[in-house]
């Protein structure tokens, strides 16, 4: 049975940094492409970020230069690194299979954590 369990998320200020962990357990773990996607309120989950084994990266334009995506294959984890945080950033970030690089995602969704950019 997969578990994705997200962690790290907060209240920051606008400009600020956050790191988000997710933990996944019960997969192949470092042969799958991982992505954190988000939902803000009343707006469909987005991929704004994806990885795959080897470590290659995506990004949704918004999140460019501001976000980075990383992985443990050890720790079986995968990171998302967010700096310059806007308001817009504001929703629920969660983790999931990207398969090759896209929203595409295999596995029942985790409970997500809360990110929130406010002054």
């Known amino acids: 049975q997969v578990q994705l369990v997200e962690s790290g998320g907060g209240l920051v200020q606008p400009g600020g940094s956050l790191r988000l962990s997710c933990a996944a357990s019960g997969m192949i773990f470092s042969i799958s492409t991982m992505g954190w996607y988000r939902q803000a309120p009343g707006k469909q989950r987005e991929l704004v970020a994806a990885?795959?084994?080897?470590?290659?990266?995506r990004y949704t334009d918004s999140v460019k230069e501001r976000f980075v995506i990383s992985r443990d294959n050890a720790k079986n984890t995968v990171y998302l690194q967010m700096n310059s945080l806007k308001p817009e950033d504001t929703a629920v970030y969660y983790c999931n299979t990207a398969v090759g690089l896209t929203a595409t995602s295999r596995f029942p969704w985790g409970q997500g954590t809360q990110v929130t950019v406010s002054s």
């Open positions: 990885i795959t084994g080897g470590g290659n990266t």
